[in-house]
């Protein structure tokens, strides 16, 4: 029964991953620990999904250095690596570091970098970066501002033209329309039984993800916000038209460095 109701909580409101990051035991805690994400088959199959779906508006080639801002367990560097340039993977979580250091250790093609939150650390992650991908991490920024300069701060190491993917951006809660968009997406690319698996897992061994859901909220982005941005910001923002992951109700955008 309880699960169930968890299903029906994820498929009606609460994204598997969201949230506000703090350094008193909310998500910055949450994911500088293991999860039930760090070895996720149902986010690896999330990240080959995205890569496909992707295909028609970025095109990942052999001349791209690439930043993934906010990198986790690493899952865009092991499914990418040998097929780009170079892949610097970079994250708050020290554990996260640490795992991503094992995995790609002897890899020439990736470097791993512990971020400490200041954003001129993001000056030491370039120069020439072609791509920066962002998935599933804005909503855990202190607030708007934070994401101005961090744009910003993109912008400075990339080269002309190079861009920056926001994916996973908005709302947290979905409209009838999206709850349904959202199963039928985990139908259509394989993922629903391992979304109904994870959602069993965080039941009955993820207590602390309960406990920090329930505490933390996470920053919202308003639509308006990548509009001004264009103009506050000199960059050209394109909203992403295709879903790209099992967040329905999350939207998706390219920032260009022109
Ligand atoms: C939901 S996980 C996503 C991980 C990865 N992008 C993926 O999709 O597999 C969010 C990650 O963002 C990181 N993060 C949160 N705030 C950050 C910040 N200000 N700077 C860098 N990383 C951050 C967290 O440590 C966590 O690893």
Wanted: proline share 3%; with cysteine; aromatic share 10%.
């Amino acid at each position: 029964m309880r699960i169930f109701q968890k299903c029906l909580q994820f498929f009606s409101g609460n994204p598997l991953i969201s949230g506000a990051a703090d350094d008193t035991g909310g998500w910055a805690g949450y994911w500088n620990a293991p999860t039930i994400w760090s070895d996720s088959a149902l986010w690896n199959r999330q990240m080959q999904v995205l890569l496909e779906l992707i295909e028609p508006f970025v095109k990942f080639g052999a001349a791209d250095r690439v930043l993934d801002f906010g990198c986790g367990s690493g899952f865009f560097a092991a499914q990418m690596q040998g097929q780009v340039k170079e892949i610097v993977c970079a994250d708050l979580s020290q554990h996260s570091v640490e795992l991503c250091q094992q995995k790609f250790a002897g890899r020439r093609d990736v470097s791993v970098v512990k971020l400490t939150g200041d954003l001129a650390q993001i000056a030491a992650l370039g120069p020439d970066c072609t791509k920066t991908l962002c998935l599933s991490v804005i909503q855990y920024f202190p607030a708007l501002d934070y994401l101005d300069e961090f744009i910003a701060a993109v912008g400075k190491i990339s080269v002309r033209g190079g861009v920056l993917i926001l994916v996973d951006v908005g709302r947290a809660e979905r409209t009838w329309r999206e709850r349904l968009l959202t199963v039928l997406f985990t139908l259509r690319h394989g993922m629903f039984w391992q979304v109904v698996a994870k959602l069993a897992q965080m039941q009955f061994s993820d207590a602390a993800y309960q406990a920090v859901l329930g505490r933390a909220g996470h920053l919202e982005i308003p639509e308006q916000y990548f509009e001004s941005a264009q103009q506050r910001l000199g960059v050209k923002v394109t909203k992403i038209p295709r879903q790209l992951t099992l967040n329905a109700n999350r939207k998706s955008y390219i920032i260009e460095f022109v």
